[in-house]
Every structure is written in C-alpha cells, then in structure tokens.
C-alpha cells in the first residue's frame, strides 16, 4: 500500500466518521434522543449499520464523540505551544486560535443534546476526565514540569476543565442551547475568560 493511497483511506475513514456523527445529532435535535434507532442513523448518514458499529459502540458514544474531538484538537495545539510558555497562556493562545474553527460547533451541539440525558453525559465527562489526565501529563513534558509536585500538576489541570465545563454550563443557562453564530461567539468568550479568570488568581472582576 502506497503513503497516497493509506492517507486517502484515512481521510474517507475521518469523513464516514464525521458524517456519522453529523446525522446524529441532527436526529438527536429534531427527534430527541430516542426518538430514532441506529438504523435510522444509519441510513440518514448513508452506511451499513455493521458500519456504524466499525466506528462507534454506541448511540450515545456517536453523540458525544465531538466532545472528545475538540479536546483532542485543543490538547494538540496545545502541543505545539512552546514548551516554556506558561500553560495558562498556552490555553488562552490554543482557545483564541480555536475561535473560528467548525469544532466548536457540534461540540455545542453535542452538549445541548446530551442534557438531561445520563448515557450521553457518562461519555461526555469521561472526554473530560481523559482530558484532564492528558493536560496533566503536557504540564509534566514541559519546561520544568517534571519537578513540579503532583497535587500542583492534577490541581491545574484539573481547575483547566472545571473551567471548560463551567462556561459551558453558564452558556447553556444563557442562551439555551441556540447554536447561532452570536451564541457560539458567546461561547468562546465565556471558554476564554473563565481561563483568564484562572490566571489572574480568580480575583474579583
């Protein structure tokens, strides 16, 4: 197999992948979790179900997979901050260059459906925990990190995602899951400043 031909099939797999998605949460939207069988996705997104179950273990682990994605995607810009950058900044430079990227979107999308909804939930805060874990570790290969105590590291990693799960519940509360360009705007900005709010030492604004 040519380099060409394994980097086509990866990207027809990332695309079966997205699309999958993508008509489960428009399902999810308009029916309600619930309201339709993998069958049903299945079809809507044009694969097998066989298909469906290559990529996904479940229903509820389709939904919350943009979650996931756009941890994944943070954490790996976060990567390529330089290694003696405060991490805090880091964040803030990786949520900024995030800002316009269609992530942010059907992980939006995914928490509104996933509210109120156990299942979907469980796999959304396991996207987190495994987040949390993975800052841990960045916080550890950076410049100094390795002499850092280990309450510090799990403590500021752990306050990062308190963070991104806070302003992603005020923004719920605030505009009520409406997914337009002003409400997804609003969402990076409450991202941004509840990092900014944890850099400054959470003093009173």
Request: charged letters at 25%.
């Amino acid at each position: 197999m040519t380099a060409e031909t394994s980097s086509r099939r990866e990207l027809n797999k990332a695309a079966t992948r997205e699309s999958i998605i993508a008509a489960g949460l428009e399902l999810a939207s308009s029916r309600g979790i619930g309201g339709f069988t993998i069958e049903e996705l299945a079809e809507a997104a044009r694969v097998s179900r066989r298909t469906f179950f290559n990529y996904f273990g479940s229903l509820e682990e389709a939904l919350a997979a943009p979650t996931f994605g756009f941890l994944d995607a943070a954490l790996g810009k976060l990567g390529d901050r330089p290694a003696g950058e405060p991490l805090l900044e880091s964040a803030l430079h990786v949520l900024t260059g995030l800002a316009d990227n269609e992530l942010i979107a059907p992980m939006a999308q995914s928490f509104i459906v996933a509210s109120g909804h156990d299942p979907v939930t469980r796999f959304q805060l396991q996207a987190f925990d495994e987040c949390g874990e993975k800052i841990a570790a960045a916080i550890r290969e950076r410049d100094g990190g390795a002499d850092l105590p280990e309450l510090y590291v799990r403590a500021l990693a752990g306050c990062v995602i308190a963070c991104g799960k806070t302003a992603l519940e005020v923004w719920m509360a605030e505009r009520g899951g409406e997914l337009t360009q002003s409400s997804l705007s609003r969402l990076r900005e409450l991202l941004t400043d509840s990092i900014t709010h944890l850099q400054a030492g959470f003093a009173a604004p």
